[in-house]
């Protein structure tokens, strides 16, 4: 018998997920079981049900939203400004439908309507909502803020002030003469910059630097290494002209010394809440960055100074970001999340005038009544038309001035729940939009998933590859299927399953359309479905790089399965959020190996090779030109693979989970591999934390590391 | 074909050619018919689907080694770390990650860890669904008794390179 393993060991590398304001356990992480208390006697009023509802809220609530309503890994603080900023103008109705629809994230188990009721006293009570006496019903409908003794709100603020603006000065003009990156230097990088995200507009995640190759990267040594400030952490640093620019939880941004790490300067732009963002852009002489409260802000490359600031969207509604931008000639193209409420503004993509913040178009992802795409919603009002969100930073082609970005999954998660059936297609949700840079009008879309039903987004990388005469576009969404698109006209061109799915029954092999199977189309409230993969996906917002040299698409996968059952969601104005339950387990036949690592022909779409272990893979691929592909995983290993193979050429392990997106750069000549060790997240962190239960890792550790080969 | 890798022994060579001509005939046929009536296929089995609440509490590992020969199905495996003693285990009928219904008890230790045995009869409707990775093993436990431990069964090969 193979190894036997006591799995006993619990691990708390869970994140979070918005859901409307309150969130899941790690998003998507699941309590199936609610557990009761001791029944308590009837009660008349407020105060009694507030009471009531603090044990229930210890026994069900607690263990994700702290005993104290002050947030924890797993879910976030429920009280205090964050809170009465969500739900200050909103209804004690409004928020018990909010909670009953999406709390607790594995099901509803033993609560009762009236549990809920005395839950959602006490975390009214514990806001300061004290001047209330009369019980809470299904339809109390006072404003919360106008019943919130501003004291006891206050005391609810525990956190510390935290630092402002630029908290450490420096120029990198002191390191090195400043170049301002230019529209053709941002199109066409030069070989020891990764200036961008995903390195170049096609987003192809590939450096040409070859000085660390198949036959020396078992030299790699370690050339210095950046401890980075703690929270949830999914980042990918730009190296321009050997300044390593950093996001950090919380709205950080750093500027270190690409040779040495030295810090240069440091600019906190707030919130100072910890929480991920995953990229940040450049512009010229600016370092541009989306904020979790959903700003657009530009910093002084060389200085850290803000030059400008804008909003997004209204944060105090639910928007929110957890990418950030991306820069085509002078435009600034940012997405947005938190687009789950049933409020009359919807998700958008944005873009924005690099040199001041001027608002230059939007593209709203979801079709209204009347409007082209608008008969896919059925007869739904508008205002509860949710999702779409673009929660993934995008890519560009100079050649065609389109900018290409893949659209989230309507909310909530099943058909069932937002009132509509697997028929309506809800556009542009769980799609590839490609927008003209210069106007924001619509060149084409073509939806991969429509009515999406078990929260599995198409709303990652858009990589653009160019073979031969054809212009491609491929996405890989959290379905495991790679898709090739034309991107200039949007036609299906061909597709690939990368890891197990049984949720379409049949995929067009001409049109791409997808049928799923009867029981997912038919799913009812409360009905518990079983479908691979799950909701941390087939693949996830790690992206996969392209290696033009050997025409391979290698892209970091992952093999789990869930159950997922619907919740009921009222169509109340305010309302809204995700409402199901999950529970997750094994993909059969992967003898319990969570991590795959897959590489693909872009011609032919037959898998050339595949790496699987155990452990998760939590960055992004990176490709050289060294021919090899860089990854790291859940059980600290980052690791180099030969990019045509697939073998192990060397490995290390980092201080804790190995996080992020690796990139390399070179100073004076010489070549580095970058990566960052990191904490957080949703699905991918949640789902591996309840089935690979073994692997343990320390639960703070965010830093840079830096590699090279030695002198 | 011929296996370039193929060499006769001396014995061969010292036989009289009709017998080897026999030998290696009923050889095959031996080979053949091993070959055709034993299939031997693996299920790991992993906890039931569970979330940060219940992952303490659905718990453990196993593996399962069954052996078919002609319509009759061996099982044998072990398992261990379920959170509670074992109170059955069943083959189950059900697509790849989607339950189905029981279709044979199997024998169980009662505890926490132990083995799981049986000698089957299966149907030729059976065999088809075992050789399309259709039927799966699951153990419950006093703890989980809707099941704690699960696996699909695949041909033990499936796993050579995994």
């Excluded at chain 1, 370690?222 to 980042?235: C, Q, R, T, Y």
């Excluded at chain 2, 979330?51 to 590992?61: L, R, S, Y």
Aim: with cysteine; charged share 15%.
């Amino acid at each position: 018998m193979n190894q036997f393993l006591t799995m006993t060991i619990k691990t708390t590398g869970a994140g979070l997920l918005l859901a409307a304001g309150l969130t899941a356990c790690g998003g998507g992480s699941d309590s199936s079981t609610a557990i009761p208390v001791t029944t308590q006697p009837a009660v008349a009023g407020f105060a009694s049900q507030a009471e009531s509802g603090a044990d229930l809220f210890a026994a069900n609530c607690a263990a994700c939203h702290g005993a104290n309503l002050e947030g924890t890994r797993l879910g976030p603080l429920l009280s205090g400004n964050a809170f009465l900023q969500r739900w200050g103008t909103q209804t004690p109705s409004l928020l018990l439908g909010n909670i009953q629809a999406n709390m607790p994230p594995g099901g509803a188990g033993n609560l009762s309507a009236e549990d809920y009721l005395h839950i959602t006293a006490h975390i009214l009570s514990a806001n300061g909502v004290d001047s209330v006496e009369e019980a809470l019903t299904a339809s109390s409908d006072f404003t919360i803020a106008d019943n919130v003794t501003r004291l006891v709100a206050m005391r609810q603020r525990a956190e510390p002030p935290a630092p402002q603006g630029l908290t450490f000065a420096g120029n990198t003009e002191d390191f090195v003469e400043f170049v301002p990156l230019t529209a053709e230097r941002l199109a066409n990088p030069d070989p020891a910059d990764w200036p961008a995200m995903r390195r170049n507009p096609h987003a192809h995640s590939y450096s040409p630097l070859d000085e660390v190759n198949t036959d020396n990267v078992g030299g790699l040594t370690l050339e210095w290494v950046w401890n980075m400030h703690e929270g949830d952490s999914e980042p990918s640093p730009l190296v321009y002209n050997g300044i390593v620019y950093m996001i950090n939880p919380g709205n950080v941004i750093q500027a270190l010394d690409g040779k040495t790490g030295e810090l240069i300067w440091e600019h906190w732009t707030g919130p100072a809440n910890g929480q991920d963002m995953r990229n940040i852009a450049m512009w010229d002489d600016k370092i541009i960055q989306a904020t979790t409260d959903a700003r657009l802000v530009a910093l002084d490359a060389r200085t850290g100074e803000q030059v400008w600031e804008t909003v997004l969207a209204d944060n105090s509604q639910g928007f929110s970001n957890s990418s950030g931008p991306i820069v085509a000639n002078g435009t600034v193209i940012t997405g947005l999340a938190g687009c789950a409420r049933y409020i009359p503004e919807d998700c958008y993509i944005s873009a924005h005038n690099a040199d001041n913040g001027d608002l230059l178009w939007r593209f709203n992802t979801i079709a209204k009544a009347g409007e082209p795409g608008g008969d896919t919603w059925g007869d739904l009002d508008d205002i509860f038309r949710a999702g779409g969100e673009t929660w993934i930073a995008g890519s560009w082609d100079p050649e065609t001035n389109l900018t290409y970005w893949g659209t989230a999954q309507q909310k909530p998660w099943v058909p069932v729940s937002r009132h509509l059936t697997i028929n309506d297609a809800g556009l542009y949700t769980n799609s590839t939009v490609a927008i003209d840079i210069g106007t924001g009008s619509l060149d084409w879309f073509f939806q991969h998933v429509p009515a999406e039903a078990l929260d599995l987004d198409e709303v990652f990388e858009r990589v653009l590859v160019n073979r031969g005469d054809e212009r491609l576009v491929f996405s890989l969404g959290k379905y495991g299927i790679l898709w090739k698109n034309d991107r200039i006209s949007g036609e299906f061109m061909d597709y690939t399953e990368t890891v197990f799915q049984n949720a379409f029954t049949h995929i067009d092999p001409d049109t791409g359309a997808v049928t799923y199977r009867e029981d997912i189309q038919n799913a009812q409230l409360n009905e518990w479905t079983s479908a691979c993969p799950s909701s941390a996906g087939g693949k996830d917002w790690h992206s996969m790089t392209y290696h033009p040299p050997s025409g391979l698409m290698i892209a970091p996968l992952s093999q789990t399965c869930l159950e997922n059952a619907a919740r009921e969601v009222a169509l109340v104005q305010g309302g809204g959020g995700l409402a199901a339950s999950r529970k997750f387990f094994e993909m059969p036949g992967t003898n319990g190996n969570l991590g795959k690592l897959g590489a693909y022909n872009v011609d032919t779409m037959e898998e050339v090779w595949n790496f699987q272990q155990r452990a998760s893979y939590h960055t992004g691929t990176m490709s050289t030109g060294g021919d090899l592909v860089f990854v790291g995983d859940l059980d600290r290993y980052f690791r180099a693979h030969d990019v045509n193979t697939g073998e192990v050429l060397w490995e290390t392990r980092l201080g804790t989970s190995v996080q992020g997106h690796p990139v390399s750069f070179a100073i004076d000549g010489k070549q580095y591999i970058a990566v960052t060790a990191a904490l957080g997240g949703t699905s991918p962190r949640t789902v591996p934390s309840v089935i690979a239960t073994e692997i343990t890792y320390p639960d703070h550790g965010n830093a840079l590391y830096v590699f090279s080969l030695p002198d | 074909m011929k296996n370039p890798g193929f060499r006769r022994s001396s014995l061969f060579g010292l036989l009289p050619k009709p017998f080897v001509q026999c030998a290696v005939l009923l050889l095959i046929l031996l080979t053949t018919e091993i070959s055709l009536a034993q299939e031997v296929y693996r299920a790991r089995l992993s906890p039931m689907p569970t979330t940060p609440a219940t992952v303490d509490e659905i718990t453990g590992e196993g593996e399962v080694i069954l052996t078919l020969n002609g319509n009759t199905l061996t099982v044998e495996g072990q398992f261990a770390g379920m959170s509670s003693a074992a109170t059955g285990a069943h083959l189950h009928n059900g697509p790849l990650a989607q339950p189905g219904p029981v279709i044979h008890a199997l024998t169980v230790d009662q505890s926490a860890a132990g083995t799981i045995t049986a000698t089957l009869e299966l149907t030729a409707e059976q065999i088809t669904e075992l050789e399309n990775n259709a039927l799966y093993i699951q153990v419950h436990s006093e703890n989980n008794a809707p099941g704690e431990l699960r696996g699909w069964i695949f041909l033990r090969s499936h796993f050579d390179n995994l």
